[in-house]
């Protein structure tokens, strides 16, 4: 079952950005393709060869939403969650080329994450305090975090809106 979450919501979140993207070519080697500024010219944002893969994004989408949750969860509750909590840091590394002031405040705090969620797993019952101190206890709010990476990754790195 574990794997069989993993794989739809990687799917769903490959699948949305897929249908948001640019109706060129698919052949077109332009890495900028689709990324647009506000006046509507081309933009400063990262060349997809600088994103994370659509794997990892959806990944981190899965992992923000179940640290979004986190925070009002004593820690011996986190072990039992689906998800693959390990590659965090790997993953928020990776969307870390995105680009605007809302974003990387987002991943400044995502950035935290890690190694709280890594001491709550191993038993440090402080972890959930911690988490609540970074992220808050509104779990609303939290996927706001999230949210904002995401979106970002959709406009910048797939060529969305």
């Known amino acids: 079952m574990h794997t069989l979450v993993k794989v739809v919501a990687v799917m769903a979140v490959v699948l949305g950005l897929a249908g948001c993207g640019s109706d060129e070519d698919p052949g077109d080697t332009d890495p900028t393709r689709g990324a647009k500024s506000s006046d509507g010219g081309a933009s ?4 997809t060869g600088d994103c994370a893969t659509p794997e990892q994004a959806a990944q981190f989408s899965v992992n923000g939403q179940i640290v979004s949750q ?3 969860l004593p820690t011996e509750s986190w072990s039992k969650t689906l998800g693959n909590l390990d590659d965090l840091d790997e993953e928020v590394d990776a969307l870390s080329t995105l680009e605007g002031d809302d974003v990387q405040a ?3 705090v995502y950035e935290q994450i890690p190694p709280i969620i890594e001491a709550g797993l191993g038993g440090d ?3 959930t305090a911690k988490l609540a101190d ?3 206890t509104d779990p609303v709010e939290a996927l ?3 949210n904002t990476i995401v979106l970002a990754y959709g406009k910048q790195c797939q060529g969305a809106g």
């Open 44 to 47: 400063d944002a990262p060349a």
């Open 70 to 72: 986190f925070a009002h």
């Open 106 to 108: 987002a991943i400044a």
């Open 125 to 127: 019952t402080t972890a």
């Open 134 to 136: 970074l992220i808050g």
């Open 144 to 146: 706001k975090l999230k």
